[in-house]
């Protein structure tokens, strides 16, 4: 069975930094794609950034180019979400997901395309 486990949130003020972390297991970080996304209250479920399977390629959500990195350590099987110059607008709970090898949707941003998700981390920016 699939689980992941999402840590690393918190509330800081802006212009700090955060590290989430996902763990996986039943799981191989290394075997396909993975994501990190986030949902404000109100708002639809926005991808922030994508890492193929060998971890050379990642795709990022405009607004978050420059400020966040997506990276993994194969070794741990831990996916992560380095977040620097956090902004306001920044303030979501952020989940992590995974593709399967049926349905996903390669290095992308779109929801639609991750099978396993974890259960999120809330990130809380002040102003």
């Known amino acids: 069975q699939v689980r992941l486990v999402e840590s690393g949130g918190g509330s800081v003020q802006a212009g700090g930094s955060l590290r989430l972390s996902c763990a996986a297991s039943g799981y191989s970080v290394s075997d396909d794609f993975m994501g990190w996304f986030r949902q404000a209250p109100g708002q639809e479920r926005e991808g922030i950034a994508s890492?193929?399977?060998?971890?050379?390629?990642?795709k990022y959500l405009e607004s978050a180019k420059g400020r966040f990195t997506i990276s993994k350590d194969d070794a741990k099987n831990i996916l992560y979400l380095q977040m620097n110059s956090l902004k306001p607008e920044d303030t979501a709970m952020y989940y992590c997901?995974?593709?399967?090898?049926?349905?996903?949707?390669?290095?992308?941003?779109?929801?639609?395309?991750?099978?396993?998700w974890g259960q999120g981390t809330q990130v809380s920016v002040s102003s």
């Open positions: 890492i193929s399977a060998g971890g050379l390629s990642t």
């Open positions: 997901a995974a593709q399967s090898e049926y349905g996903g949707l390669g290095l992308s941003l779109a929801p639609s395309g991750y099978q396993y």
